[in-house]
Structure formats: C-alpha cells, structure tokens
C-alpha cells in the first residue's frame, strides 16, 4: 500500500503534472493530468479526491 503522506507531498510539488497519479498506480489518470493541465478540470478532480478521502 502507498503512502497518503508521500502522495500528498508529490501533489504539493508535482500534481499538475500528474506524478501523484502515477505514485499511486493510477496511469490512466496521470496521463490525462498533463493534457489538461492548462484547464480548471483537473483543480476539480483534486478537489472531489481530497473530500473522498
């Protein structure tokens, strides 16, 4: 099982990026977080993914 704290703190330096996502055996979702990085989506879904947790 991966880490929350380590996932937290690569989403504080790398989130946008996807780099979390790829931490944490999402790929699907690290790939899309590059492509639409330049748009509020993303922003969403971390915001959705915080309250789940």
């Known amino acids: 099982m991966k880490s929350k704290s380590t996932a ?3 989403a504080f330096f790398s ?3 996807g ?3 790829f931490y944490l055996g ?3 979702y690290g790939v ?3 492509l639409f ?3 509020f ?3 969403v879904i971390d ?3 915080i309250n789940a947790t």
């Open 15 to 17: 989130g946008g990026i």
């Open 37 to 39: 990085c330049w748009t």
């Open 8 to 10: 937290a703190i690569l």
């Open 47 to 49: 915001l959705i993914d």
């Open 32 to 34: 899309l977080f590059p």
């Open 26 to 28: 999402q790929g699907g």
């Open 19 to 21: 780099v979390p996502r």
């Open 41 to 43: 989506k993303i922003e």
